[in-house]
């Protein structure tokens, strides 16, 4: 029997313990240095090329919304200096909700935002809610909340076009949202 | 051209975050700060809300991990975004590295973005409890923090405050008018059904920055006063100034007080 037969034989008995701890050391450590690296980079490489920026989702997204432009040349509502663009003014986004959304019987407080492109034809899309209580922690309203107000936050058709004065009045895309200040079911200010 | 050159230079400050002097840190004895603020010039030509930019920032707290300046700076693209979330979790830690540096920031950021009344009126007076100079000026540069402590009151529906702390700030020795405190006093005036006071403000207010809202505000408290005549004619001043874009002006939210088109419309209804 030559030594390493004799190895092989001696340790065979000890494989099922040794692989075990072996298997849950390593991916112990695995893990620990996978997820320490995804932590590290995902802080990096979890930016897109603006913060807020929103790609496109198949599953969420209307596939008839289109963009004038590439996403990349997508602008802010306040890049052009013009302030908020909708036909009528605050006082007619105002009057829209106050006409349109029920309020809801509900406990929750706090803010709901709806973040979304208006395209160079003044045409929404890509519509996404995020929504926090008085503490500035993440919190759900309602479906009855959030959903009436991203369905009528989507038929909203006042947006204007934002044409940029440097660029021979040529419209383009952007980004805007809405802030829905909600008590106990019931809208109290809109923003911005 | 004195108070347009004043709005642009503070709007220009509130665009960009003036980057600090980094040999400040060295002179104190802080080379890591030093470091951390060495980092950050980097970011130097770099839009606030890019990849680029905020990866300068994260680099910098990997240095640093109290440099409040760079918490600020990345809160600014999620301030923007309306993204309340992300930016009060930065701005908490700036706050925190720095409280007398960025509570005044953070309170007017509440009261500009999300009309948090009340978060801003606690960051107000916590910071005037921790300050013995003067409190300073909204991240805009438009108001006083007493000023925002005001319309704070305002927004909880407690207008006898708002003007008691505004008639105070107005009353302070060298403070510099804002560009739209008379009118906001006249309106609280208007509001409270003090006429009178509410018509001396929009004529300071015309004296000091003459926008259509001072004569349009003007034209309601003269309506009131049955003085239809005078109401009409500063209805036409109203409509003229606001042809002419002298308007209240934020290029981020709808200013407090701000008139728009449907607004003289139906006012000149009640008048014709």
């Known amino acids: 029997m030559s030594f390493s037969s004799l190895k092989f034989n001696k340790t065979i008995n000890l494989i099922p313990f040794q692989l075990k701890n072996l298997f849950l050391i390593v991916t112990s450590i695995s893990i620990c240095i996978f997820s320490c690296n995804s932590n590290t980079t995902k802080e990096k490489e979890s930016y897109l090329r603006w913060v807020g920026d929103i790609e496109y989702d198949e599953e969420t997204d209307n596939s008839d919304f289109k963009l004038c432009y590439a996403d990349k040349d997508i602008r802010q509502y306040f890049n052009f200096s013009k302030g908020v663009q909708y036909k009528g003014e605050k006082p007619a986004i105002v009057q829209y909700f106050n006409k349109n959304y ?91 | 051209m004195k108070l347009y050159l004043t709005i642009i230079l503070f709007s220009i400050s509130f665009l960009t975050l003036a980057q600090p002097n980094c040999n400040y840190f060295l002179h104190v004895g ?133 003007i008691e702390i505004i008639e105070n700030q107005l009353a302070t020795d060298d403070y510099l008018v804002g560009i739209y405190d008379y009118i906001h006093l006249g309106v609280l005036y208007l509001e409270a059904g003090d006429l009178e006071k509410a018509k001396s403000n929009f004529e300071k207010q015309l004296e000091y920055n003459d926008l259509a809202e001072n004569h349009f505000y003007l034209a309601k408290a003269l309506k009131a006063q049955g003085k239809m005549n005078e109401a009409s004619i500063e209805l036409e001043n109203t409509i003229a100034l606001y042809k002419k874009g002298y308007v209240m002006h934020d290029g981020y939210v709808y200013a407090e007080d701000k008139i728009y088109w449907s607004m003289i419309e139906q006012e000149k209804e009640t008048l014709d």
């Open chain 1, 102 to 192: 029920k309020p809801v019987s509900s406990k929750k407080s706090g803010l709901l935002r709806i973040r979304f492109v208006v395209n160079c034809k003044g045409e929404t899309g890509r519509f996404r809610i995020m929504s926090m209580n008085a503490e500035y922690q993440p919190m759900e309203f309602e479906p009855q909340i959030s959903n009436q107000l991203l369905d009528l936050t989507k038929k909203m058709d006042g947006w204007l076009p934002i044409e940029m004065d440097q660029m021979d009045n040529m419209s383009l895309d952007y980004y805007q949202y809405l802030i829905f200040k909600i008590q106990n079911g019931k809208i109290i200010e809109i923003m911005p």
């Open chain 2, 30 to 162: 802080d080379s890591l700060k030093y470091e951390a603020c060495k980092e950050t010039e980097n970011a130097t030509g770099h839009y606030q809300f890019s990849k680029e930019f905020q990866i300068v920032m994260d680099n910098a707290l990997a240095i640093d991990s109290t440099y409040s300046y760079a918490y600020r700076s990345k809160s600014v693209a999620y301030l923007k975004s309306g993204d309340f979330l992300e930016w009060k979790r930065l701005i908490d830690l700036a706050v925190k590295y720095d409280p007398i540096g960025n509570l005044g920031y953070r309170a007017s950021c509440r009261h500009q973005f999300f009309k948090d009344y009340g978060g801003a009126i606690v960051d107000i007076e916590e910071l005037s409890r921790m300050t013995h100079e003067d409190i300073g000026h909204s991240a805009n540069g438009v108001y006083h923090l007493e000023v925002v402590r005001a319309l704070c009151y305002r927004g909880l529906g407690n207008n006898d405050k708002a």
